[in-house]
């Protein structure tokens, strides 16, 4: 009896051409797509931060016993501000938006302003130095010990990582005390007044900018330069872009805004954690395919101990 052809056989033939086929046509597709993936990342981490700050009763302290008088005095501030300028924005919106435009880009203009004003007087001198402390407690959890201990004095036999932590020997910022931002918050506060695309506008351009510095305090622990630092912002651009929106749309919820501002230093630290033990893994060895794999772009530093290494391959 004459022998068929293995259709096995031929489809395995057939398979490499219909995958360079398919790689042809989704070639165009794999900008966007990568794209949009490192955007999502980027913006679940203050999301994580919350989940991990609620998971760690030891953080609770830091929250309760240094931020919650300055919580009660942000509603104060946002009580009277929806009070007395609440009302006359929103008749002034109505005009040229609409009841609906006009309802939720009116609150979100009253909820930019209260932040300016908590901002201006007592983020940049109150709150900074409770974000290094879940910042560098983070750290120390996912046992990056060795990068904050040359930078503050720490207190190995301690029970917990916020009571591992002494005092800073080096300057300690989350991030520097910036006029440029506050003066940004104001200038571009009106951009609240264009109907439908003006508040996300607002929440991306002042989003970008916090998402700027929102690793400020690695690259002190680093101890990289204003230029290098410059360097690494450039690079990470269009992730602190959503890192930041996200981060800020949180902030502007009234009261718990103090509550986000530390849950998210433990989700730029989360972040943080990542990019170094993956670039910790790497330096000194090959890289393999699965190293390969979860690189956000072909020319990611790898970066050791404070110290930029080429990649070895």
């Known amino acids: 009896m004459p022998s068929l052809p293995d259709a096995s056989g031929g489809g395995s033939r057939s398979s490499p051409l219909l995958w360079r086929i398919l790689k042809i ?23 994580q931060g919350i989940y991990y700050f609620l998971r760690h009763p030891e953080f609770y302290p830091v ?5 919650l008088p300055l919580s009660i005095i942000s509603f104060l501030v946002y009580l009277i501000l929806f009070t007395f300028a609440f009302i006359p924005q929103l008749l002034f919106l109505m005009i040229f938006q609409g009841k609906a435009g006009a309802w939720f880009n009116a609150i979100v203009l009253v909820l930019g302003e209260g932040h300016v ?29 060795d990068l904050v201990a040359p930078h503050r004095l720490l207190f190995p036999d301690a029970p917990t990582s916020v009571k591992m932590l002494g ?37 991306m351009i002042t989003g970008s900018r916090y998402g700027k510095l929102s690793h400020h305090r690695w690259f002190q622990l680093r101890g990289l330069s204003k230029q290098e630092m410059k360097r690494e912002r450039s690079y990470w651009s269009w992730e602190y872009t959503w890192f930041g929106t996200v981060a800020m ?29 993956r670039s910790r893994v790497r330096v000194g060895r090959p890289v393999t395919a699965s190293d390969q794999a979860t690189r956000n772009q072909p020319d990611e530093p790898v970066y050791h101990d404070g110290i930029y290494h080429d990649d070895p391959v």
């Open 25 to 47: 046509f989704l070639r165009p597709f794999r900008g966007p797509v990568d794209r949009a993936r490192r955007a999502f990342r980027a913006a679940a981490y203050p999301i």
């Open 63 to 67: 929250f309760l016993g240094r931020l």
């Open 117 to 145: 004003v908590i901002q201006a007087l007592f983020e940049g001198f109150f709150v900074d130095e409770a974000q290094v402390d879940i910042f560098d407690a983070t750290l120390i959890n996912h046992g990056l010990t």
């Open 167 to 203: 005092k800073p020997t080096t300057k300690a910022e989350f991030q520097p005390f910036s006029l440029k931002q506050i003066i940004e918050l104001i200038v571009f506060l009106p951009l609240n007044l264009i109907p439908y695309g003006g508040t996300v506008a607002f929440l």
């Open 249 to 277: 749309v949180l902030q502007l919820i009234p009261v718990l805004s103090f509550f986000f501002l530390l849950t998210t230093s433990a989700g730029a630290a989360l972040w943080v954690a990542e990019l170094e033990q």
